[in-house]
């Protein structure tokens, strides 16, 4: 496909970023991995969960009184008798990194930069994306999963809610990206 | 008998060895899909690139035929998977703000962490959002909760709702998929010399 | 059209579709119905591994111990009139519903032992390994922990180990019974709910959980 944004390369590295994957190959490594979770531990993949244990976790240290009293934030923390970082999804995020990086090693595509487009300040791009999480956070919170806990994983469970959340996703998506396209275009 | 943790085959402390191996494959094939680039993801909603729409719809399908055929064959106990709970309405309001936050900040929390592992600082910086929302989320909850938890329907799929039998659903999300890809490639087509 | 002339992304849908089209055909989701390895079930009953005898649970409950649940098998208003401290109320109806965990140890009892046998072998149908009963049901509850009595003519040993039954059923709020048998009540009352268990020792209440499941 001439359209695909290619990746650009790893400085020092002297050798160009190898293009990405033919998209249908990556999501049948995705889906395969998704159903090894649903055979090995009857769950799906996740991220957001381990968000808010982290987030449990610091608040503990910080005001551990607060914390506790936090509803939302309890949950996270349990009773005390196990770690609130010794939860599925903080190792299953810990595992993305790792696998997110040997994979971009490999392909010469790690490397410090910013993702962005041409008419947009570093600085700019940067306060989107902080705004951008925060929104996703709200989301993810209401919605009782994100992307990955939510959509794809129930998606393929054929959960009413997850395909609700999913469509609505890309309506959410598309409603406001014409008024956002100076940062992308 | 699958679920195997369920079924006590190994406790907890391997299943966090297991979430670390499967986690080091979903971000490694979503890195190798691109998605540990903003640029990349956002793209599917300016049409020119559609590899957001490709990619999650094909795990979505390979998984669920998965879990179809292993059922059928009686080795998964599909009851046994975790279902979240639907609540209709807060999760429709949830996906819109969450589709706003994606086109804003150019991730989502999965990508965000393979974009920040291979060293993009917008991916972190998108990740430090999502803890800081987390934070505010926390605090508004006691006001918000009731919302949240309306709507309750419990653990529910499309085809106990619209009383299909599975594999109807299942051949039908597939041919939507095989139909929906098609499209997008053309999408891209009619798109992609504006990138 | 040859097979070779297809793309990679071409033959993929192929398969897609293929395989959808014969998940049309398919019951992914166990039925009622079930198979059971018989002589697997025969040897468990025939070596009275699946019991619990009450004294064993009243030390797991003085214990303390949370890596089992105690299911009261019958009506809820005999479920509110008396229970085993730590117990909670599922009905025979409700079992199969029910959602535990199949790693979880469940310990099912009834009156007597015929309903918590049966509610056995409904667990075990459905594919739960770690089921036990408690040995007698209530009525051995009320004879070994709450009314242990002292048997006539006892010797040392005997005695010894009825001093520990008393000390246990006063602590569940029962009366041992000594010598003779002047103590036995004619009735055999069973101890008023709110009276019997010592706070501190076993918490009424399930600790609150880590959320474990969920995005």
Redesign the interface.
Known sequence: ?????R?AAMPGSGRPASP?????L???????????????????????????S???WL?NLVAPAHAQS??????????G??H?L???????????????????LL?G?????????PRVSTAL??L??????????????????????????????????????????????????WF??W??? | MAPFYKYGFFGDEMSLVLAFVLGTGFGFFLERAGFGSARKLAAQFYLYDMSVFKVMFTAIVTAMLGVTYLGWLGWLDLSLVYLVPTHLVPQIVGGLVLGVGFVVGGYCPGTSVASLATGRIDGFVYAFGIGAGTLVYAEVFPWIKGFVNSNGMGQVTLPEVFDLPWGLVVFVVVLIAVAGFSAATLVERRFGDKA | MKLAALTLNQKLAIVAVALGTLALFSVPHRGPVVTLDTRELAQIVEKEVDHVTPSELAGWIVQGRSDYRLVDLRTESDYAAYHIPTAENVTVAALPEFPFQRTEKIVLYSDGGIHAAQAWMLMQAQGYRAVYTVLGGLEGWKDDVLYPALPAQASAAERARFERAAALSRFFGGEPRAEGGAAVPATMELPKLAAPVPSGAVSPVAPRKKKKEGC
């Open positions: 496909m001439s359209s695909d944004y990746p990405y994957w033919n998209p249908y990556a999501g049948i490594g995705l889906g395969l991995v998704l159903l090894a979770a649903f055979v090995l531990v009857g769950r799906g993949l996740g991220a957001s969960g381990a968000f808010s982290t987030v449990a608040v936090n509803e939302y934030l309890q949950g996270y923390l349990g009773d008798t196990t609130p010794k939860a599925w999804l903080v190792f299953e995020v810990l595992g993305v990194m790792a696998g997110a990086l040997f994979s971009g392909a595509r790690a490397r410090i930069a910013v993702e962005k487009g791009r940067l989107c994306a902080f705004a951008g999480g925060i929104l996703m956070a709200f989301g993810a919170h209401l919605a009782r999963g994100c992307t990955s806990g939510q959509a794809l994983t129930g998606g393929a469970l054929l959960n009413l809610g997850s395909w609700a959340f999913m469509l609505m996703v890309f309506v959410g998506g598309y409603s406001v990206a956002m396209r940062q992308w275009r």
